[in-house]
């Protein structure tokens, strides 16, 4: 996350990030704004203020520099889930939304993913990972019921939490508000996804009987491993 302090001198704030942070961030928001063919050295220098030579004397090539943003928002993501779970039952979830300051994460996911590469794979995986750690998690402070198959459960939530980035405009235009946006958990319209989000993933839509039923035809389709008999 970008951190700035005061500066005494004239009472404006001070960027302290490193210059490959600086670097780092640009790229990311350059992603986000321009895609992953729009985005070149030259470009995500010119956002950083820095020389298109400094950005590879830092990351190499672009392919390093964009490992170096998967990295990050991996990162960024993990706190994030990890903070809010860690509170508990306590959890305040409105000011978790209001404090979760992803700035342009969400933009560049949904600009990366549909890059069909080595890269988004590893990116993806290690969604599923830190989910399978933050689930984990959820069950021990009580947040999350104990699941059958945790690895499979983190799995579909990151696909389908990604699909709805892939899918932004879409979201914005039948719920009018749009993930990938900065601020996105302080939109006036976030209500109208969360509300509708929250009641499916916490409270389900099927009733009982028939997720009964549903679960007893998984089960009797699927050998011991996962896979179709």
Not at 10 to 32: F, K, L, M, N, Q
Not at 131 to 142: P, S
Request: a negative charge; aromatic letters at 6%; hydrophobic letters at 40%.
């Amino acid at each position: 996350m970008d951190s700035a302090r005061p500066s005494a001198a004239v009472g404006a704030p001070t960027d302290d990030r490193t210059t490959s942070a600086r670097i780092r961030d640009a790229a990311i928001e350059c992603y986000a704004r321009f895609g992953v063919g729009g985005t070149t050295a030259r470009r995500v220098a010119r956002e950083a203020g820095v020389s298109p030579g400094l950005v590879i004397h830092h990351f190499g090539s672009m392919d390093g520099l964009r490992a170096a943003c998967d990295e990050h928002v991996a990162a960024v993501i993990r706190h994030t889930k990890q903070e809010a779970i860690g509170a508990g039952l306590g959890l305040d979830v409105t000011a978790a939304w209001r404090d979760a300051d992803i700035g342009h994460l969400g933009g560049y996911l949904a600009h990366v993913l549909v890059d069909d590469s080595p890269a988004v794979d590893r990116l993806v995986d290690d969604l599923v990972t830190d989910a399978v750690d933050y689930l984990t998690q959820g069950i021990e402070t009580g947040l999350v019921r104990p699941l059958d198959d945790l690895h499979g459960a983190a799995t579909v939530m990151v696909l389908w939490s990604l699909g709805g980035l892939v899918l932004h405009r879409h979201m914005q235009r039948l719920l009018g508000v749009d993930p990938t946006e900065p601020g996105f958990g302080t939109d006036p319209s976030f209500p109208a996804y969360a509300g509708p989000a929250y009641e499916i993933i916490g409270e389900g839509i099927f009733t009982q009987a028939f997720a009964s039923h549903i679960r007893d035809a998984v089960a009797g389709m699927t050998g011991p491993t996962g896979g179709t008999t």
